[in-house]
């Protein structure tokens, strides 16, 4: 798996959809570091769980393509 911090110019997040100057990129998406830690922290459990997993799924997705 492929990351890399990148803090040169500012991108649009897979997750949030913001633009940020910091985070990584996995399969050519770009995820903003909070964001980042967001997926990380959240327990499987909690409401928002879902949300990251479905905004995750683009990455197996673009693999496809």
Known sequence: M???IRESYSEGC???EEHSFKGIHICDHFICHDCERKVIQTDTSHE????????????RLSRLA
């Open 2 to 4: 492929e990351k890399t």
């Open 14 to 16: 897979l997750v949030c």
């Open 48 to 59: 928002n769980y879902q949300f990251y997993l479905e905004k995750l799924r683009k990455l």
